[in-house]
């Protein structure tokens, strides 16, 4: 049924959830997952030192939320790819799933935002609107 999933992750509870559900879904469908951490942009005009060391620190919070995902995926028969890209969850998310021509889109119902106690998901609300191919949002 689905050959290719992508799972957005943020490190939230939510995000975590769905890392889960993404690993039965592959061991399931026999497919492959490609999870996904965007990180926000870095200001252009913040010059060096900072610059590297923004970017250094931000990286490392990307590997780690990445890391933890793979723990919750566990093991699946198929191969588990990561990327951390920067820029705003709902783009990164889209457009990874555009370029690896992905079957399904995973994502947690909230995420970290500043809102996220306020809104539901107003960035899985993005993706579903936005995506080309289903989208399973978990609670």
Do not use: W
């Not at 500043?114 to 609300?125: E, F, K, R, T």
């Amino acid at each position: 049924m689905f050959h290719k999933i992508l799972v957005g992750v943020d490190g939230s509870d939510h995000a975590l959830r769905a890392v889960r559900l993404a690993g039965e879904l592959a061991r399931t469908c026999h497919a492959d997952i490609v999870i996904v951490h965007a990180y926000p942009p870095i200001p252009p005009d913040l010059g060096e030192p900072n610059l590297q060391a923004t970017i250094s620190e931000r990286l490392h919070e990307a590997n780690q939320v990445l890391e933890r995902a793979l723990q919750e995926v566990g093991f699946t028969p198929r191969t588990v790819e990561t990327e951390a890209l920067e820029g705003a969850a709902p783009d990164v998310i889209l457009r990874v799933a555009e370029v690896r021509q992905v079957d399904l889109i995973v994502v947690g119902s909230r995420g970290l935002g500043a809102l996220a106690s306020l809104l539901l998901g107003s960035q899985s609300q993005e993706v579903i609107q936005r995506a080309t191919c289903p989208v399973l949002v978990v609670r």
